[in-house]
């Protein structure tokens, strides 16, 4: 199958970035999962974006530049800042129904900012982003969108790419495509603990990586504070917008204590809030902490926060009464693919998006709300450059790359092993393999990074991504172990790598 632009993803970065695309190009869409499952669509506190008259860009940079530790990248932080409003009004316009007040759109509070500027919807941004922006392009004539599809290789070709997909049946099919624009999201589930949607492995970074593509600051993970506290590894979130709203962390003797760490007490930027919290944590021998949002009145609260209203009564706990127990957990990558400010990576025509490209404009600590705001952003501009590079290619060069799919079934012999030869996993093998790297990392690099464990475990990580050629599965769960193994031993090295240089 031939395609002008093949997009691995159907978040907020890849959907908008197929609507952005000029109409005369074929456009194949690719979700993993059912398209409701990504980050996008858990995404609950909103956009920041300078909307209210009070607020300019300069303030929302300084903000942005002060949580990221000034590691940020201020070319593209500008791009980002000042060309928002114009990509909200397309949502907008779009149809995305933010939530309005008397005075205008309803703009909200949260960690690191100085002025209200988050749009939002309810509590169920995310939810609604990908409703609007999945009903306008399947709408679309020249867009496909494949659920259940999984990409599993990229191979760069004379005339532009050649990518493996497994189908809802894991059947492998081959697309080809001129220009791939990879928006595949976060690496969430390499963490035990994390808010990320079951297909955040980092596929995206893996592809990236092996077709050439240069990443950066992989080091760069942020843990949210407060993620509900439970037994599972799932952390529902509890957004930033209730202490934005008034909600206070509480120690195991229910006082208030972030003012003592910060002048913006429970505001701070997240990750100076997570690692106040797990000192609290320490100190008091305790695995969570407290939320208290009992100073606002129930009928506020299952207004403001339906959702995490709800969420919290499922579990038994009524927001105006009880205190919500809560811990950090990952929640966010500020590394990844390597891009300039129209999202072109290292390797020609290949793209990257979203959650899993590094425009560097968050620093080294993400500004709440900032992320949903770069997706829109750069994907405009990822659409921008592939439309101004197709109309200038014509029809020349468009032969089909079809010679290439013997190349990639040999691919398979890594070890110098036939195909057949190899072994197979089951799956429970698998699934307790993905465990077995989720504990490294868990116990490697969480909100601090212990510099023994990891030196100690990094080699089972690098033994374990070798020993993963010697198998022959063709399916997806061993693809997102392949990832797993992948992208948390480049991590892991990197973060040794300045860990010991700064020592
Ligand atoms: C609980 C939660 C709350 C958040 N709240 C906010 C917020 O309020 N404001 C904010 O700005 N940010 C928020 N964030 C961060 C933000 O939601 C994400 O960074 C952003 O949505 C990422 O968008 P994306 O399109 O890059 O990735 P995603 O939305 O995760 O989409 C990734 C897509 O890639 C697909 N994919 C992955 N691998 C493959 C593969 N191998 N083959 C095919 N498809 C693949 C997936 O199926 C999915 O369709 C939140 C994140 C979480 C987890």
Known sequence: MKYDVLIIGAGIAGLYTALSLPSNLKVLVLSKDEINNCNTYRAQGGIACVWDEDDDFEIHMEDSLKAGNGKNNKKMLEIMVSEGPKNIQNLIDYGVDFDKNERGYDLTLEGGHTKRRILHYKDTTGKRVIEVLAQNAFKKNNIEIHERAMAVDITKCRNGFLTTVLDENEESM?????????????????????????????????????????????????????????????????????RGEGGILRNNK???????????????????????????????????????????????????????????????????????????????????????????????????????????????????????????????RVAKSIGGKHSRLGNKDKKSNTKVEARIHDDYDLKGLSYTEKKHLELSEI????????????????????????????????????????????????????????VSNIILKEKLKNARVSN
């Open 254 to 380: 229910k006082e208030a204590f972030m003012h003592l760490y910060h002048e913006m007490a429970d505001l701070a930027p997240r990750d100076v809030v997570s690692k106040s919290m797990l000192k609290e944590m320490k100190n008091s021998n305790s695995n969570y902490l407290y939320l208290d949002v009992t100073a606002k009145p129930k009928e506020y609260l299952k207004n403001r926060f339906p959702h995490i209203y709800k969420s919290c009564k499922n579990r038994k706990l009524s927001m105006e009464k009880d205190f919500i127990p809560v811990s950090p957990c990952q929640h966010y990558f500020m590394g990844g693919i390597e891009v300039d400010e129209f999202g072109s990576t290292t390797v020609e025509n290949l793209y990257a998006t979203g959650e899993c490209a590094c425009t560097e404009v968050h620093g080294n600590n993400r500004l709440a709300s900032n992320s949903l705001l770069e997706a829109l952003v750069f994907s405009k």
């Open 431 to 486: 699934e307790s393999l993905k465990n077995k790297v989720r504990e490294i990392m868990q116990n490697s690099f969480f909100v601090n990074f212990n510099i023994d464990y990891a030196e100690k475990n990094i080699e089972a990580i690098n033994e374990l991504k070798s020993e993963l050629n010697l198998y022959k599965n063709n399916n997806k769960n061993f693809y997102e172990l392949v990832s797993l193994a992948e």
């Open 174 to 242: 081959y697309i080809e495509s001129d220009f791939t624009v990879i928006a595949s999201g976060g690496i969430g589930r390499l963490y035990k603990y994390t808010t990320n949607a079951s297909i955040a492995s980092g596929d995206g970074i893996t592809l990236a990586s092996k077709a050439g593509a240069k990443l950066k600051h992989m080091d760069l993970i942020q843990f949210h504070p407060t993620g509900l506290y439970e037994n599972s590894g799932d952390r529902f979130l509890i957004s930033e917008s209730v």
